[in-house]
Protein backbone atom coordinates (compact mmCIF):
# COMPACT_ATOMS: atom_id res chain seq x y z
CA UNK A 1 0.00 0.00 0.00
CA UNK A 2 1.22 3.90 0.42
CA UNK A 3 2.35 5.33 2.84
CA UNK A 4 4.79 8.12 3.86
CA UNK A 5 7.35 8.46 6.92
CA UNK A 6 8.85 11.51 8.06
CA UNK A 7 10.88 12.50 11.03
CA UNK A 8 9.24 13.15 14.04
CA UNK A 9 9.52 15.90 15.61
CA UNK A 10 9.83 18.28 17.44
CA UNK A 11 13.00 20.04 15.94
CA UNK A 12 13.60 22.89 17.74
CA UNK A 13 16.22 25.33 15.95
CA UNK A 14 17.98 29.17 16.05
CA UNK A 15 17.32 31.68 13.98
CA UNK A 16 19.14 31.45 10.36
CA UNK A 17 19.59 27.53 11.26
CA UNK A 18 19.70 24.74 8.13
CA UNK A 19 16.37 23.10 8.47
CA UNK A 20 15.74 19.51 6.85
CA UNK A 21 13.05 17.12 7.41
CA UNK A 22 13.18 13.90 6.35
CA UNK A 23 10.23 12.29 4.36
CA UNK A 24 10.51 8.77 2.27
CA UNK A 25 7.55 7.12 0.67
CA UNK A 26 6.29 3.64 -0.07
CA UNK A 27 4.23 4.00 -3.27
CA UNK A 28 2.98 1.67 -6.23
CA UNK A 29 4.04 3.20 -9.37
CA UNK A 30 5.15 6.97 -9.24
CA UNK A 31 3.61 9.24 -7.56
CA UNK A 32 3.11 12.73 -7.07
CA UNK A 33 5.21 14.56 -3.77
CA UNK A 34 3.92 17.44 -1.61
CA UNK A 35 4.75 19.37 1.35
CA UNK A 36 2.29 21.07 3.22
CA UNK A 37 2.80 23.62 6.39
CA UNK A 38 0.16 24.10 8.68
CA UNK A 39 0.28 27.15 11.35
CA UNK A 40 -1.34 27.47 14.64
CA UNK A 41 -4.81 26.88 14.15
CA UNK A 42 -5.04 27.26 10.51
CA UNK A 43 -5.78 24.34 7.40
CA UNK A 44 -3.36 23.16 5.70
CA UNK A 45 -1.63 25.09 2.60
CA UNK A 46 0.51 23.64 0.04
CA UNK A 47 4.36 24.74 0.34
CA UNK A 48 6.20 22.83 -2.69
CA UNK A 49 5.22 19.83 -4.76
CA UNK A 50 7.05 17.26 -7.69
CA UNK A 51 5.06 15.03 -9.76
CA UNK A 52 7.76 13.06 -11.38
CA UNK A 53 11.49 11.84 -10.45
CA UNK A 54 14.48 14.40 -10.50
CA UNK A 55 11.69 17.35 -10.07
CA UNK A 56 12.56 19.73 -7.43
CA UNK A 57 9.50 21.65 -6.23
CA UNK A 58 10.54 25.01 -4.30
CA UNK A 59 8.45 27.97 -2.29
CA UNK A 60 9.46 30.23 0.26
CA UNK A 61 13.13 29.61 0.65
CA UNK A 62 12.05 25.54 1.01
CA UNK A 63 12.68 23.01 -1.45
CA UNK A 64 12.98 19.12 -1.60
CA UNK A 65 13.67 16.95 -4.63
CA UNK A 66 11.76 13.98 -5.75
CA UNK A 67 14.48 11.07 -5.68
CA UNK A 68 12.86 8.05 -6.74
CA UNK A 69 16.21 5.69 -6.41
CA UNK A 70 15.95 6.71 -2.35
CA UNK A 71 12.21 7.03 -2.36
CA UNK A 72 12.83 10.43 -0.67
CA UNK A 73 11.81 14.12 -0.31
CA UNK A 74 13.09 15.19 2.23
CA UNK A 75 12.62 19.13 2.97
CA UNK A 76 15.23 21.64 3.54
CA UNK A 77 15.99 25.47 4.10
CA UNK A 78 19.16 27.35 4.21
CA UNK A 79 18.13 29.81 6.38
CA UNK A 80 15.03 29.72 8.92
CA UNK A 81 12.60 32.12 10.39
CA UNK A 82 10.79 32.43 13.12
CA UNK A 83 8.20 32.36 11.11
CA UNK A 84 8.72 29.57 9.73
CA UNK A 85 7.53 27.82 13.23
CA UNK A 86 4.55 24.89 12.27
CA UNK A 87 3.85 21.88 11.60
CA UNK A 88 4.72 20.62 8.30
CA UNK A 89 3.44 17.36 6.45
CA UNK A 90 4.61 14.79 3.87
CA UNK A 91 1.76 13.63 1.49
CA UNK A 92 1.88 11.49 -1.64
CA UNK A 93 -0.94 11.40 -4.48
CA UNK A 94 -0.91 7.76 -6.08
CA UNK A 95 -0.50 8.19 -10.19
CA UNK A 96 -4.14 7.22 -10.60
CA UNK A 97 -5.63 10.22 -10.42
CA UNK A 98 -8.57 11.77 -8.23
CA UNK A 99 -7.17 9.95 -5.11
CA UNK A 100 -6.71 10.72 -2.02
CA UNK A 101 -3.39 12.70 -0.49
CA UNK A 102 -1.74 10.02 1.93
CA UNK A 103 -0.02 11.94 4.35
CA UNK A 104 3.04 11.56 7.05
CA UNK A 105 2.41 12.20 10.83
CA UNK A 106 3.89 15.68 10.60
CA UNK A 107 6.96 17.34 12.09
CA UNK A 108 6.57 20.25 14.55
CA UNK A 109 9.01 23.18 13.78
CA UNK A 110 9.91 25.60 16.44
CA UNK A 111 12.23 28.31 15.11
CA UNK A 112 13.95 30.41 18.65
CA UNK A 113 14.96 34.06 17.97
CA UNK B 1 -12.34 32.72 -6.60
CA UNK B 2 -12.92 31.76 -3.27
CA UNK B 3 -11.17 28.91 -1.72
CA UNK B 4 -12.61 25.85 0.32
CA UNK B 5 -15.06 27.20 2.66
CA UNK B 6 -15.80 25.14 6.11
CA UNK B 7 -18.46 25.85 8.55
CA UNK B 8 -18.87 25.81 11.32
CA UNK B 9 -15.46 26.93 12.12
CA UNK B 10 -16.00 25.68 15.87
CA UNK B 11 -18.30 23.55 17.28
CA UNK B 12 -19.18 22.53 20.44
CA UNK B 13 -21.77 19.51 21.57
CA UNK B 14 -22.50 17.35 24.50
CA UNK B 15 -22.36 13.50 24.20
CA UNK B 16 -24.88 12.04 22.22
CA UNK B 17 -25.76 15.21 19.97
CA UNK B 18 -25.40 15.49 16.64
CA UNK B 19 -22.74 17.02 14.69
CA UNK B 20 -23.09 18.42 11.25
CA UNK B 21 -20.30 19.68 9.91
CA UNK B 22 -20.41 21.48 5.86
CA UNK B 23 -17.73 22.05 3.03
CA UNK B 24 -18.50 24.15 0.25
CA UNK B 25 -15.28 22.85 -2.53
CA UNK B 26 -13.71 25.69 -4.45
CA UNK B 27 -15.57 26.96 -7.66
CA UNK B 28 -14.84 23.86 -10.63
CA UNK B 29 -14.16 21.32 -8.10
CA UNK B 30 -16.59 18.50 -8.35
CA UNK B 31 -14.60 16.25 -5.69
CA UNK B 32 -14.20 16.47 -2.28
CA UNK B 33 -12.62 14.46 0.55
CA UNK B 34 -12.56 14.57 4.36
CA UNK B 35 -10.21 14.09 6.67
CA UNK B 36 -9.54 14.09 10.67
CA UNK B 37 -6.92 15.45 12.94
CA UNK B 38 -6.89 14.62 16.38
CA UNK B 39 -4.55 16.72 18.44
CA UNK B 40 -1.11 16.20 17.95
CA UNK B 41 -1.51 13.64 15.32
CA UNK B 42 -1.68 14.04 11.49
CA UNK B 43 -4.51 13.89 8.81
CA UNK B 44 -6.19 10.53 8.56
CA UNK B 45 -8.60 10.28 5.29
CA UNK B 46 -12.02 9.39 5.94
CA UNK B 47 -14.04 9.78 2.85
CA UNK B 48 -13.84 11.28 -0.78
CA UNK B 49 -16.80 12.16 -3.04
CA UNK B 50 -18.04 13.37 -5.72
CA UNK B 51 -20.99 15.30 -6.56
CA UNK B 52 -24.17 12.48 -5.58
CA UNK B 53 -21.50 9.76 -4.92
CA UNK B 54 -19.74 8.40 -2.39
CA UNK B 55 -15.97 6.84 -3.83
CA UNK B 56 -14.40 5.90 -1.35
CA UNK B 57 -15.08 5.27 2.58
CA UNK B 58 -12.60 3.29 3.37
CA UNK B 59 -11.84 5.75 6.46
CA UNK B 60 -15.09 6.37 7.60
CA UNK B 61 -16.31 4.09 10.94
CA UNK B 62 -18.85 1.89 10.57
CA UNK B 63 -21.27 3.56 13.13
CA UNK B 64 -22.54 6.93 13.86
CA UNK B 65 -20.43 8.72 10.85
CA UNK B 66 -21.92 9.31 7.54
CA UNK B 67 -21.12 12.05 5.01
CA UNK B 68 -23.09 13.38 1.55
CA UNK B 69 -22.30 15.58 -1.53
CA UNK B 70 -25.62 16.31 -2.98
CA UNK B 71 -26.34 17.51 -6.24
CA UNK B 72 -27.21 21.02 -4.88
CA UNK B 73 -25.45 22.59 -2.04
CA UNK B 74 -22.11 21.69 0.31
CA UNK B 75 -20.94 18.58 1.35
CA UNK B 76 -22.19 17.91 4.62
CA UNK B 77 -20.05 15.06 7.21
CA UNK B 78 -22.51 13.54 9.95
CA UNK B 79 -21.80 12.20 13.23
CA UNK B 80 -24.47 11.41 15.36
CA UNK B 81 -24.04 10.25 18.99
CA UNK B 82 -21.06 12.38 19.41
CA UNK B 83 -18.89 11.21 22.19
CA UNK B 84 -15.27 12.42 23.54
CA UNK B 85 -13.15 10.80 20.94
CA UNK B 86 -14.56 12.29 18.23
CA UNK B 87 -13.34 15.58 19.24
CA UNK B 88 -10.98 16.68 16.49
CA UNK B 89 -10.36 19.08 13.60
CA UNK B 90 -12.26 17.95 10.74
CA UNK B 91 -10.62 18.86 7.50
CA UNK B 92 -12.01 19.56 3.80
CA UNK B 93 -9.92 19.10 0.97
CA UNK B 94 -11.24 19.58 -2.90
CA UNK B 95 -9.86 18.95 -6.19
CA UNK B 96 -10.68 19.83 -10.05
CA UNK B 97 -12.72 16.84 -11.80
CA UNK B 98 -11.69 13.55 -13.36
CA UNK B 99 -8.37 12.81 -14.01
CA UNK B 100 -6.15 15.13 -11.98
CA UNK B 101 -2.97 13.97 -10.05
CA UNK B 102 -2.59 17.96 -8.38
CA UNK B 103 -2.52 19.04 -4.76
CA UNK B 104 -5.85 19.21 -3.29
CA UNK B 105 -6.84 22.41 -1.98
CA UNK B 106 -7.87 22.65 1.75
CA UNK B 107 -10.49 24.73 4.07
CA UNK B 108 -9.59 26.11 7.44
CA UNK B 109 -11.04 23.23 8.94
CA UNK B 110 -14.14 22.94 11.93
CA UNK B 111 -13.03 21.86 15.30
CA UNK B 112 -15.67 19.56 16.95
CA UNK B 113 -15.27 19.58 20.85
CA UNK B 114 -17.41 17.37 22.49
CA UNK B 115 -18.13 18.09 26.23
Known amino acids: GNSVTQMEGPVTLSEEAFLTINCTYTATGYPSLFWYVQYPGEGLQLLLKATKADDKGSNKGFEATYRKETTSFHLEKGSVQVSDSAVYFC????????????FGKGTRLSVIA | NAGVMQNPRHLVRRRGQEARLRCSPM?????VYWYRQLPEEGLKFMVY????????ESGMPKERFSAEFPKEGPSILRIQQVVRGDSAAYFCASSPPQGDTGELFFGEGSRLTVL
Open chain 2, 49 to 56: LQKENIID
Open chain 2, 27 to 31: KGHSH
Open chain 1, 91 to 102: ALRPLSGNTPLV
